[in-house]
């Protein structure tokens, strides 16, 4: 009777192993931790001591998966920037300031709801050679001048879409809420203050890589609002990649009639099994408005592998600016018409 009863037991778990595997989840902490000594110079300006997050954002992050069955599984990632040089938090003291979302995904992409990455980010920030790098000249594109654009790298309140792989095209959209409510009269205007919607068209396939993009932000409660549109350029060549990024950005309604362009090229070279030396030249012209702020710079950056997940580099950035133009690129804030200039090295490590 009790080897029956075993029997029965070990014949009852043997069943119920792959529900048990449906059900397995993971949970994986990540991170980077990258600073520098660096120093600045703009006009009279001077600044030096350690800097971060060169050349990625200094972050802690939990990440997620439970198998769900049928290929689907319920995804989340929480993602915190901060200061290493003294332990604050970054994105203005926010627990999980760079990424904060769930979803569910399967064969055919994903749907996530949260704080993400903007449709314009996942176009064009691949597409400079330097990788975006914190102080780097092709930042232009993300920079407010006269004329303001509607690229910012991250929403809150966003609904987003990206598609699964297909031959090489993808698709990443979405839909962010301001979350402002309507005035007394039921204005709906006032409403979409803050809301904002992008789309973008994704190719990669062997040494080509492309990306189009269009995103718009409601400024103001009047419906005044922003957009810009941009396009990401790649050819891996071996030895070396070149790198083009290109948007344009526009207001419209009651935010004005401003318009600019910004352009980024580059080249990443390789130096050996183990080193990449980046340079490129990025430029932004603004049009059609009285207070039109233009700017040009260039950089180049040495970056060293000492492991998979440590990095040295080195680091020269010039930025200068014309006119009414005060851009920084860095912990300096220059007066109109000063260039700005950054000498940095520093390390990078992932976790």
Do not use: C
Not at 21 to 30: E, G, L, R
């Amino acid at each position: 009777m009790q080897r029956n009863t075993l029997t029965a037991l070990a014949l009852a778990l043997a069943a119920a192993a792959p529900l048990a595997a449906q059900a397995q989840s993971n949970v994986t902490i990540y991170g980077l931790i990258d600073i520098n000594l660096s120093t600045e110079h703009s006009g009279d300006q001077r600044f030096q001591g350690l800097a971060h997050s060169e050349l990625n954002g200094t972050r802690w992050g939990l990440k997620g998966s439970e198998d769900l069955g049928n290929g689907l599984k319920a995804i989340f990632t929480l993602e915190s920037g901060f200061n290493p040089g003294t332990g604050t938090s970054e994105q203005g003291g926010r627990l999980f300031g760079r990424q904060s979302f769930v979803g569910l995904e399967g064969n055919w992409g994903r749907f996530t709801l949260g704080r993400q990455y903007s449709p314009a980010y996942v176009a064009i920030d691949p597409f400079d050679s330097t990788g975006s790098s914190d102080r780097s000249a092709g930042l232009l594109s993300r920079k407010t001048g006269g004329v303001k654009p509607a690229y910012e790298p991250r929403f809150d309140n966003m609904v987003k879409f990206r598609s699964a792989d297909y031959s090489g095209f993808s698709v990443d959209t979405g839909y962010w809420f301001g979350e402002k409510p309507e005035n007394a009269a039921g204005d709906a205007s006032q409403r979409r203050e803050g809301d904002g919607y992008g789309i973008t068209g994704l190719y990669s396939n062997g040494p080509l890589s492309a990306s189009l993009t269009t995103q718009t932000v409601f400024r103001d409660k009047t419906s005044g609002k922003v957009r810009t549109n941009g396009l990401g350029l790649s050819w891996d060549f071996g030895p070396a990649k070149a790198f083009l990024a290109y948007t344009q950005d526009r207001e419209l309604g009651s935010q004005g009639e401003g318009k600019a362009r910004t352009y980024d090229v580059g080249v990443a070279i390789k130096a050996g099994s183990q080193g990449t030396v980046a340079v490129s030249y990025a430029n932004r012209n603004e049009s059609n408005d009285p207070a039109a702020e233009d700017a040009h710079g260039w950089s180049l950056y040495y970056m060293h592998d000492l492991s998979k997940r440590t990095t040295l580099y080195t680091g020269y950035s010039q930025l200068s600016n014309k006119d009414d133009a005060n851009y920084s690129i860095g912990n300096l804030t220059p007066v109109a018409g000063d260039d700005h200039r950054v000498i940095m090295a520093g390390i990078r490590h992932k976790f």
